[in-house]
């Protein structure tokens, strides 16, 4: 391991700077962490010095990076990574975070390092997903809807109806505050609205002025005004309606009330809809989560008790649900980010040409391990010599989904039936299972994220599996659909396009 003089500089550089730093050398060994860097990482002063570098990065970046690594050693010169590229660091507890790098090179008795300053930028990443989240919901909406800074009044996001009503682009109001285009509204006037929000005496207020356009023309408007989080940041969500026909004209007035009631309904309705999902998130998270470590809890506490040379296969046994456990959370965990790069629209397909019958083997060998007693999977015949143009991986992890779906929701004793069609312009795959059927009920809702059948909430589950099933095959120009009958059991039916790759040509060079 070389030995730094980090003493003097680098104690001083502990002290005075909040970013972490990391020294490397040309063997990408670690020479020298300060006290930000081994906490934002979770190691202990000291621990990373002699380590490779390797260790802070996810092992799907490792490769790549060797190579930009010489490449910069030998030309690079001093530059920042992070603005225009996503990157991650890993933990030592193997969790992953996004930051920022600072990259310096310099010289010391003859050798090459390199001296990079970190920020960990999770809680920014954090808070313009919320910002987009946001965008995304209601930059559609028939109504003007206004997000500013409660204090500053600043606009952050006005959508695209506002935008059209008031003249103004979006670059124009991000330099703009309430107060600029209400003429009737001070800013004192405006502390007093939204007092009873800060105070937390009321959830919304509702009040009546004017809005003046960019050609300073006027119109009469009617706000919906609630206070919101951005982070820690407090924000103000405006809904606006115009009421220019309600003052002018009596007869207006019924149907304008109706019209805006419908869509301030719509607004109310998807807000509505987010609260339900972060409630159905949290409980799932809190449900799902605690039962698995409670296990993984016991288990080690347990294994503590048997230390003879003989009790051996009952401290296997306890290693054997502690791994089982844990691979259920990373499961989990995979899910939840399935979604959020779902949303993102941070997928990236690859299409290939690859025989059937080899990724059916594949999935039921797999499946095969999760099948109660008595259980089998009848498998497809004739599929020797279909060759399908699909995304591998992604119908892989469909196939599994409804397959493993298939196990969990029968009985033992029963068969799991896998049956492929060719037909004119697409492969149909059939998963059929003997099992609890879905309730009518229940059928119009299955592909929603986070629901469940009211006949199977006493099973582990997130809800989420054939959501995320469902939008990869919607991406890809394929479809899922299924039939079930309560008691009897459920077919689910992937539809492959057998010629997919001009017709999803956007979806690869595009992201997802």
């Known amino acids: 391991?070389?030995?730094?003089?980090?003493?003097?500089?680098?104690g001083i550089l502990s002290e005075a700077i909040s970013e972490g730093i990391l020294i490397v050398n040309e063997q990408q060994k670690i020479t020298a962490s300060n006290s930000a860097a081994n906490k934002m990482f979770d190691f202990a002063d000291g621990e990373l010095n002699g380590e490779p570098l390797e260790i802070l990065l996810p092992e799907r970046?490792?490769?790549?990076?060797?190579?930009?690594?010489?490449?910069?050693?030998?030309?690079?010169?001093?530059?920042?990574?992070?603005?225009?590229?996503d990157l991650v660091g890993i933990r030592k507890g193997g969790e992953e975070f996004p930051l920022e790098i600072s990259l310096n090179p310099f010289k010391l008795l003859r050798k090459k390092y390199v001296l990079a300053l970190i920020k960990d930028i999770t809680e920014r990443k954090k808070a313009e997903q919320t910002i987009d989240y946001w965008f995304q919901i209601f930059d559609e909406s028939l109504n003007e809807i206004y997000v500013f800074d409660a204090e500053?009044?600043?606009?952050?996001?006005?959508?695209?109806?506002?935008?059209?009503?008031?003249?103004?682009?979006?670059?124009?109001?991000?330099?703009?505050?309430?107060?600029?285009?209400?003429?009737?509204?001070?800013?004192?006037?405006?502390?007093?609205?939204?007092?009873?929000?800060?105070?937390?005496?009321?959830?919304?207020?509702?009040?009546?002025?004017?809005?003046?356009?960019?050609?300073?023309?006027?119109?009469?408007?009617?706000?919906?005004?609630?206070?919101?989080?951005?982070?820690?940041?407090?924000?103000?969500?405006?809904?606006?309606?115009?009421?220019?026909?309600?003052?002018?004209?009596?007869?207006?007035?019924?149907?304008?009330?109706?019209?805006?009631?419908?869509?301030?309904?719509?607004?109310?309705?998807?807000?509505?809809?987010?609260?339900?999902?972060?409630?159905?998130?949290?409980?799932l998270v809190s449900h799902e989560f605690k039962?698995?470590?409670?296990?993984?809890?016991?288990?080690?506490?347990?294994?503590?008790?048997?230390?003879?040379?003989?009790?051996?296969?009952?401290?296997?046994k306890h290693i054997s649900t502690i791994k089982s456990k844990v691979r259920y959370l990373d499961n989990i965990l995979t899910d939840f980010l399935s979604i959020e790069r779902l949303e993102l629209g941070k997928v990236n397909y690859t299409m290939s040409s690859f025989p059937l019958s080899k990724l059916i083997n594949e999935v039921v060998y797999d499946s095969n391990t999760l099948l109660k007693e008595?259980?089998?999977?009848?498998?497809?015949?004739?599929?020797?010599?279909?060759?399908?143009?699909?995304?591998?991986?992604?119908?892989?992890?469909?196939?599994?989904?409804?397959?493993?779906?298939?196990?969990?929701?029968?009985s033992e004793d029963t068969d799991i039936e896998l049956n492929v069609f060719p037909e004119k312009d697409k492969l149909r795959i059939d998963i059929i299972d003997q099992g609890f059927g879905i309730p009518p009920e229940d059928q119009p809702f299955i592909f929603d994220r986070y629901f469940r059948a009211s006949n199977v909430l006493t099973f582990q589950g997130t809800g989420i599996g054939l959501n995320i099933v469902r939008q990869h095959m919607h991406n890809l120009n394929a479809n899922v659909t299924f039939k079930s009958e309560l008691g009897k059991g459920s077919t689910f039916t992937l539809y492959i396009p057998i010629n997919n790759k001009e017709k999803n040509e956007e979806n690869f060079t595009g992201g997802g």
Do not use: W
């Open 291 to 316: 039962t698995p470590l409670t296990s993984i809890l016991t288990s080690t506490s347990l294994l503590t008790k048997y230390t003879e040379t003989d009790q051996q296969d009952k401290r296997d």
């Open 152 to 283: 500053s009044f600043i606009f952050i996001n006005v959508n695209h109806g506002a935008q059209l009503n008031l003249g103004y682009n979006m670059q124009e109001l991000s330099q703009m505050s309430v107060i600029n285009i209400k003429p009737e509204v001070t800013t004192e006037i405006m502390k007093r609205l939204i007092s009873p929000l800060l105070s937390a005496r009321k959830e919304k207020v509702i009040f009546e002025t004017v809005h003046e356009r960019k050609n300073g023309t006027r119109y009469p408007v009617e706000v919906h005004l609630q206070l919101s989080f951005i982070g820690k940041r407090k924000v103000c969500v405006a809904i606006v309606l115009d009421i220019t026909e309600r003052k002018n004209y009596t007869q207006q007035l019924e149907n304008t009330v109706e019209e805006r009631t419908q869509q301030l309904q719509q607004a109310l309705k998807a807000e509505k809809k987010l609260n339900e999902l972060k409630t159905k998130f949290l409980s």
């Open 1 to 10: 391991m070389e030995r730094f003089e980090k003493s003097n500089v680098l």
């Open 374 to 410: 008595g259980q089998r999977i009848r498998y497809p015949e004739n599929i020797d010599g279909i060759m399908v143009e699909f995304d591998e991986k992604i119908m892989g992890l469909a196939l599994s989904n409804l397959m493993h779906n298939a196990i969990k929701y029968s």
């Open 61 to 85: 970046f490792r490769n790549k990076h060797d190579n930009l690594f010489s490449t910069f050693m030998s030309h690079g010169k001093a530059r920042q990574m992070g603005p225009e590229v």
